[in-house]
């Protein structure tokens, strides 16, 4: 499966956004699914952060540091899932990448465990 991102860009902070992530090649619906950022100046896919998931049972979970303010959802008629983020922060500026586990459930601190991953969007939050 492919997954691809789009949707980020620079705010300001208190902002908003909405991240999207398409799929092709197979059914998101059949997936554990999770939205994922990295810091800059870290490269290794094991300095990944999971900020939100949902799992292929509609399980949901959120990072403590973003909880309140980012919000994961899924389109199975549009293989499309989104994260909408509200009242943005500069310390959330990372690139964010879409991530999918064929399981029942992905976690936050095992991405080596994604089995395929986006190539990511930036998120910029500075005044």
């Known amino acids: 499966m492919q997954l691809v991102e789009s949707g980020g860009g620079s705010v300001r902070p208190g902002g908003s956004l909405t991240l999207s992530c398409q799929g092709s090649?197979?059914?998101?619906?059949?997936?554990?699914l999770a939205w994922y950022r990295q810091f800059p100046g870290s490269e290794r896919v094991l300095d990944r952060e999971?900020?939100?998931?949902?799992?292929?049972?509609?399980?949901?979970k959120y990072a403590d540091s973003v909880k309140g303010r980012l919000t994961i959802t899924r389109d199975d008629a549009k293989n499309t899932l989104y994260l909408q983020m509200a009242s943005l922060k500069p310390e959330d500026t990372a690139m964010y990448y879409c991530?999918?586990?064929?399981?029942?459930?992905?976690?936050?601190?095992?991405?080596?465990?994604?089995?395929?991953w986006g190539r990511g969007t930036q998120v910029t939050v500075s005044s």
């Open positions: 999971g900020v939100a998931r949902i799992d292929r049972d509609d399980f949901l």
């Open positions: 991530a999918a586990r064929d399981a029942s459930a992905i976690y936050f601190h095992e991405p080596t465990w994604v089995t395929f």
């Open positions: 090649g197979d059914s998101i619906g059949c997936y554990s």
